[in-house]
C-alpha cells in the first residue's frame, strides 16, 4: 500500500476484523498513468473482473469511468450487470468468457457485448432472439498461441467466410491475448503480435487490442487502438523489468493484534505443531487468516520460510500455519510492544514479495483479499504527475 | 460431493458462470453422525466460520439447526449477527476471536457470547457498557499448547483468583484447542488433555469443551460436555486414519465447458507458455479461475503434474497456469466429447487429494470455493443411517 496508510495503531476503538484499506487515488494515477503511456490516440480499457481484482466493482468501476475509462472487460455476464448498475449507459461493457444461452437475458438487459471466442459461441450469440440482440455489437476474440479461449485457425477460416454471419454478428474490436508479456525478451511476444495482425487482416477493418497492462511496456507496436490494463490498475511490478513500472500497489490487509505472548524456546506453535520455537520469542496473533486471503502457503515451520506482514514499518514473519482466521507473526524484533487492535499490514506495498514468499501470484493474492473484510476506500494524493516514456518504442 | 451430483451434461441452457453444488442433506446427516458418535450426554456444537467454510452460513445454520444444533461458533461478531438473524433466538453464538471495543454492540443486538482468549479481553469485554452486556455470559479459552489465541497461565492465574471478575463474567464455557488431533499417535493430543483438566480445574464447574471434529475421534475422554465440529460437517477424510471418517463431502465447484481445442505437440498453453503439450492433445477451457476458487499452486507445467477435476467420471488434469477465470483440462481420454455447457467438478469427492496437489489443506480450499459462484443447494437421499462405534473408547 502506498505510504499514505496508517502503518501505526488502529483506533482505540478497533475491530477484531480486518480491514481492506483500497487507495481510490492511487487506482486513478495508476488510469491516468497508462493512458499518458500509450498516448491519446489508444484507448485504455479496464479489465476488472473477478469484483475488480476483489477491490469492489463498484467503487472501482466508478473511479475508473471518473478518470476518463468508457472500456471496460469483465469475465461475466453477472460481473458485467453489477458494473452497468454502476457506471451508466455511455461506457462499452464487454464480458470476456463469452455468450451462453443461460446468460443472454443480461447481455440485453445490461446491454453487455460478447467477446465470441469460438465459431460455437458465435453461434450461440446468433442463436438469440433479435431481442436479444436488439443492439448487436461483438467482440472477436483470436488465440495467437495462448491456446485457451480463442478463434482457432479453423474458426477463423469458417468465420471470416461467412460474410453473412458476420454481418449479423456486428463486430466492433479485434482482440487476442499475450501469454508471455511480463518477460520482454519471450518469443512468443512477437510470434503472438505476427499471427495477431495476419488473423485480423482475415476480417474487416476494425479496431485492435491486443496488450495486456505488461504488453502496454512492449511499445507502440503492441498498442494498436486499445489496451487492456487489468494488474497495472491494481498493482506495482507488473513485468519483470523494474524501470518499465510506473504504476502504484493500491491495496493492504490489515489484520488487527487480538493477543501477544511470549512463547518459550522448545514450545510448538500452531496446527500440526508445525513450528518449534528455536528460541525465546513475542509473536502477536492477528485477526486475519486464510478465508481472509492469506494463503496456507504463506505459512512457516522451523526449517522453511513462509510470508510476512508489516508492522512499525519492518517485517514480520508468518510462524506456523496459518489459521482460518488468525495468523501469528514474530515480533521479537519491533521496538515497541503492540498493543491491542494495532495492525499487521499484508500484501500493500510488499505485494509482489507477499506474493512469491506464497509461492504464487500477486494477481491470486488480489484477488482473495477481503472477503470478510470491511472495505475502507480512501483517496491519497500520491506524488506530483510527470510525464513519462516507459514502453514508448 | 456424493454419488447424487450429476457428473453428466448440465442442462442445455447453461451458463458461462460457475455453479456450487452444495449437498445439505449429507450436511444434516453429517451432523447426525457425529452426534451419534458422541452420544446423547455430548452436545456437537457447529463451528461455521467463514461463512460456514465457504458454503453459506445462512442455509447451512438453518440446516443444522433443523438437525437438532444449539450451540454455534463463528470467527467475528458480524459472522455472529449474521447466524443470529438466520437461527432465531434459542441458540448460542460464541464469537471465537474475542471481543473488541468497536463490536460491542453487535454482541448486544445479536446476543453474542464472547470467548474471552486472554486477561485483556476479559477487561475489554467488562469495561463495556451494562446495556451492552444485558445478558452477560461467555466462554473461556484455555490454551494448552498451540500458542494461538487463548487464556495464558498467567491469564489463568490472574483471572481464577479474581472472584469478583468472575462474577461479572459469567463463564458459560471453558474450552481449549487440539493442534495435532488428525494424528492419533502425537503427544501433543494428551498432553493437551492433561493441560485443559489441570486448567479448568482452577475455575468454577462448568461444562467443558476441547474437541475439533477430528478430535471427537479421539475417544470419550476428549469429548466432556460439548465437541465442536467445523471441517467433520462439510467434508470427509477428517483424520489421517480411514477407518475413523465417518462423514461425507458436501460441496462441489462445477466449471461448465466454454471451448474445447486440439493441441498440437510442441504447442504451448496458457501464461508464461508453462505448459509444452508432449503429444498431441484435447482440451477443455472451463469457465472457473483462482477468483473461483481453483487455486494457482494446482497449476501444472510440462515436468510438473498440478491438480484435476472430473468429467464423465474420469480424472482431467489441469493444463498449464489456473487463470483468474479459465482453467484448461486435459480431456484426451475422456470417451466421448464434451459438449459446451457440460460439467467439470473440482472438489467434491476427490476434496482431500485435490487439496494435496494444489499443495494445502481441505479448510482452505473449501472456504475459497464460490465467491462468484451461483449456489446450487440440493439434498441427497443418502444411505440408510446405521450405528457406528468410533471413536468411541
Known amino acids: 500500500m502506498s505510504r499514505h496508510t496508517p502503518d501505526k495503531t ?17 487506482l486513478k494515477r495508476n488510469y491516468m498513468r497508462l493512458q499518458d503511456n500509450v498516448g491519446r490516440h489508444v484507448k485504455v480499457a479496464a ?3 473477478a469484483n475488480a481484482y476483489g477491490l469492489g466493482a463498484e467503487r472501482v468501476g466508478k473511479t475508473l469511468y471518473g478518470a476518463g475509462c468508457r472500456n471496460f472487460f469483465v469475465a461475466t455476464a453477472g460481473e458485467g450487470k453489477i458494473l ?4 451508466g449507459d455511455t461506457a462499452s ?24 471466442n469460438s465459431f460455437e459461441q458465435a453461434q450461440v450469440w446468433l442463436s438469440t432472439t433479435g431481442e436479444a440482440r436488439r443492439r448487436p455489437a461483438c467482440a472477436l476474440h483470436i488465440d495467437t498461441g495462448m491456446n485457451r479461449l480463442g478463434l482457432t485457425d479453423e474458426d477463423i477460416d469458417r468465420l471470416s467466410r461467412n460474410k453473412k454471419m458476420l454481418e449479423q454478428l456486428v463486430p466492433m474490436l479485434i482482440m487476442s ?5 511480463p518477460d520482454k525478451t519471450s518469443s512468443m511476444n512477437a510470434a503472438q503480435l505476427a499471427r495477431f495482425k495476419k488473423a485480423a487482416a482475415r476480417f474487416p477493418v476494425m479496431p485492435m487490442s491486443l496488450a495486456n497492462s505488461p504488453g502496454i511496456a512492449l511499445g507502440k507496436p503492441y498498442h494498436f487502438q486499445m489496451v487492456r490494463a487489468g494488474l497495472g490498475l491494481f498493482a506495482k511490478d507488473i513485468t519483470n523489468n523494474a524501470d518499465d513500472n510506473i504504476t502504484e500497489n493500491t491495496v493492504s490487509l490489515m489484520a ?18 508445525a513450528y518449534i520455537a528455536p528460541h525465546p520469542m513475542t509473536i502477536a496473533i492477528v485477526g486475519a487468516g486464510y478465508a481472509d486471503g492469506i494463503p496456507v502457503t504463506a505459512s512457516s515451520s522451523h526449517n522453511a520460510l513462509g510470508g510476512f506482514a508489516r508492522m512499525q514499518g519492518k517485517h514480520v514473519p508468518i510462524i ?18 503492540p498493543q491491542l487492535g494495532d495492525w499487521a499490514e499484508f500484501a ?14 500477486p494477481y491470486e493474492i488480489l484477488t482473495r483479499l477481503g472477503s470478510r473484510s470491511r472495505r475502507d476506500y480512501f483517496s491519497s494524493d500520491g506524488p506530483p504527475r510527470k510525464p513519462n516514456k516507459i514502453g514508448r518504442s
Open 84 to 87: 452497468r448498475n454502476t457506471i
Open 177 to 181: 491475448h499475450l501469454a508471455c508479456a
Open 47 to 49: 479489465s476488472i473482473k
Open 93 to 116: 461493457i464487454y464480458v470476456l468468457n463469452g455468450p451462453a444461452p443461460r446468460d443472454i437475458s443480461l447481455y440485453n438487459g445490461a446491454e453487455l457485448k460478447p467477446v465470441i
Open 256 to 273: 488487527p493484534v487480538l493477543q501477544t505472548r511470549v512463547v518459550k524456546k522448545g514450545e510448538s506453535l500452531g496446527y500440526n505443531a
Open 320 to 337: 506456523g500455519r496459518v489459521s482460518m482466521d488468525l495468523t501469528m507473526l514474530n515480533i521479537t524484533d519491533l521496538r515497541r510492544p
Open 10 to 26: 488502529a483506533s482505540a476503538a478497533y475491530s477484531a476484523r480486518p480491514t481492506l484499506k483500497i487507495d481510490l487515488g492511487a
Open 348 to 361: 500493500g506495498r510488499d505485494l509482489l514479495s507477499f506474493a512469491k514468499a506464497s509461492g504464487t501470484i
